[in-house]
């Protein structure tokens, strides 16, 4: 269950009273943590993942959970998330595709002398796809851009050789 804190928001408004408003701000989720690290690879008993865990995020100040700060509690579960998801196979796998079609459309941005902005990159990719973010583009959809840009990519070096040719034999001529 998560944890909440109740906090109350006292501030003078405009005619000199003091307005009065309770915000509840969530500040940890325990049971989260703890199936995160049940899921974390190497079969290490979740109370040692827990202290180490606890203890890098502290820099050795404490073990326990509950003595964070709650940006650092926050920090860590993010890092286990990155942990977790870098160790599956099926996240591997869609960045490794991601990175191809990355790599083939500033192949071709290149060829063309334009810019291989990342941001750039990933919006031709994004709009080929339909999609509104990158990372959400699925397997199969990133994998069929990819070939439809390399052969696009290849096509177009392949035609600048027949253009260079072309105007090398033309100079010849004259």
């Avoid at 990372?135 to 035609?159: D, H, M, Q, R, T």
């Amino acid at each position: 269950m998560t944890n909440m804190i109740l906090i109350l928001n006292i501030g003078i408004n405009l005619h000199g009273k003091k307005n009065m408003k309770s915000q509840a701000v969530r500040t940890r989720n325990y049971r989260k943590f703890y199936g995160l690290l049940s899921q974390m690879p190497g079969g290490v008993p979740v109370d040692e993942l827990k202290e180490i865990w606890v203890s890098n995020f502290t820099n050795g100040r404490t073990a326990s959970a509950q003595e964070m700060s709650n940006s650092e509690f926050a920090l860590m579960i993010g890092a286990i998330e990155d942990q977790i998801k870098e160790n599956d196979p099926k996240w591997i796998r869609d960045n490794a595709a991601r990175h191809r079609l990355i790599g083939v459309i500033r192949a071709w941005r290149r060829s063309r002398n334009a810019s291989e902005d990342i941001k750039i990159v990933k919006a031709i990719a994004c709009r080929a796809a339909k999609a509104k973010n990158f990372n959400k583009i699925p397997y199969n959809k990133l994998n069929s851009l990819y070939g439809e840009w390399n052969n696009k990519y290849a096509i177009s070096e392949e035609v600048s050789a027949i253009v260079g040719e072309l105007d090398n034999e033309l100079s010849l001529m004259n």
